[in-house]
Structure formats: structure tokens, C-alpha cells
């Protein structure tokens, strides 16, 4: 059964700073990897979608990087902004989407 | 171009209450998925239709939950009789065809109270 950990639960930075957010995942026989952001409220956003075969996918001042061998994915946002806050959801696609916990994040204007 | 609709929004409910729930997808999304979320944590899927047939229910508590998707367009989620343990967010998503490149994008959620 696939597990998808991501630490850590909470994080908060000052605006202006550089930050990672880490997704770790048990099986590593999956078609493609995704981070979803989700705002209070309300559903997810799909933020940038890495196939099984592709390394990285950045969009904007986000970049997702993917190693499947390891099981392993991070996001880095660059220059943090306050409406980047919000609940950042990595999810793996093997036969079904499987989703982390999520990592809650606060940026500090 | 309009996202997937879901409601009601909010509902609040006495337990052994029946409950639905309605989700219309993106247009021209063949695939459509129920998930729960619970507070705290990520979606779980529920099922998934590939049109109108239910694909993977496995998830599903067949017992006092029920969905479809008559003209493969339009779902509705039911539960009968609600248990307090059902009080989460139920969101809806829709994908272009439910293949590995397919990006599934999500409805607002209905957040279900169960007193």
C-alpha cells in the first residue's frame, strides 16, 4: 500500500525567503507526482505535475523536483510571498491518487 | 471556463439522516472521483467513473454510502443512514480522460456535520 509522508506538518518563514517542502513516498512504481495547494475552505489547486520519467517541472517561483529511486520530492518557493500561505499536498499516481498529510504554510509579512 | 460546481456547500445533519450530495465536472471530463478528507489530512478517493461506470469503489463503504452518475455527466454522492464518524469534506474532481498526463481538478467540497 502506498504511504505519502510529508514534513514538515507546519512550517513559517518571513516573506522574501527561499523555502522547501518535502514529500517522501513508499512505492516507487508510480506514473506521475503532483503538488496541490489548498486554501482555507475551499478545494485543491493543482500547482505542478511531474511525470514518472521527468527530474523537475517548475512554473513561476515554484520549482517540484522528482527521484523515484529514493522515493522523494521536494518544492522550493522562491521569494515568498503572503498569499503564498496555504496547505501545500504532494500526491502519487499508481492506481489510485494517494495524498499526504499536507504541510501547512504560514508566510510572516 | 467553470470549475467543478459542488453542493450544497455546507450541511449539517442529525445522524441516521440520509445525505447527498451533487458534483457537475468540468465539460467534457470523462472522469470523474469522489474523495473524503478528513480534517488534517489528505483526500481519499472514494470512486471513480469513467463516464457513467464505476471504475474503482473499492474505497467505498457500500453499506450506507451510494453514488452515480446516470448520464455521465453529473454525480451524486449519497450516504444512509449518516454516523457521527462521517462528519468530513467531500470533494469532487474531474479529469479530462483519467490517464498518468491528466491534471484532475477539484470542486470546493461539501463539509458535512453530522450532530
Known amino acids: 500500500k502506498q504511504e505519502v509522508t510529508q514534513i514538515p506538518a507546519a512550517l513559517s518563514v518571513p516573506e522574501g525567503e527561499n523555502l522547501v517542502l518535502n514529500c517522501s513516498f513508499t512505492d516507487s512504481a508510480i506514473y506521475n507526482l503532483q503538488w496541490f495547494r489548498q486554501d482555507p475552505g475551499k478545494g485543491l489547486t493543482s500547482l505542478l505535475l511531474i511525470q514518472s520519467s521527468q527530474r523537475e517541472q517548475t512554473s513561476g517561483r515554484l520549482n517540484a523536483s522528482l527521484d523515484k529511486s529514493s522515493g522523494r520530492s521536494t518544492l522550493y518557493i522562491a521569494a515568498s510571498q503572503p498569499g503564498d500561505s496555504a496547505t501545500y499536498l504532494c500526491?502519487?499516481?499508481?492506481?489510485?491518487?494517494?495524498f499526504g498529510t499536507g504541510t501547512r504554510l504560514t508566510i510572516i509579512p | 471556463e467553470a470549475g467543478v460546481v459542488q453542493s450544497p456547500r455546507y450541511k449539517i445533519i442529525e445522524k441516521k439522516q440520509p445525505v447527498a450530495f451533487w458534483c457537475n465536472p468540468i465539460s467534457g471530463h470523462n472522469t470523474l472521483y469522489w474523495y473524503l478528507q478528513n480534517l488534517g489530512q489528505g483526500p481519499e478517493l472514494l470512486i471513480r467513473y469513467e463516464n457513467e461506470e464505476a471504475v474503482d469503489d473499492s474505497q467505498l463503504p457500500k453499506d450506507r454510502f451510494s453514488a452515480e452518475r446516470l448520464k455521465g455527466v453529473d454525480s451524486t454522492l449519497k450516504i444512509q443512514p449518516a454516523e457521527l464518524g462521517d462528519s468530513a469534506v467531500y470533494l469532487c474532481a474531474s479529469s479530462l480522460n483519467g490517464g498518468s498526463v491528466d491534471t484532475q481538478y477539484f470542486g470546493p467540497g461539501t463539509r458535512l456535520t453530522v450532530l
Open positions: 500526491a502519487v499516481l499508481n492506481e489510485k491518487l494517494t
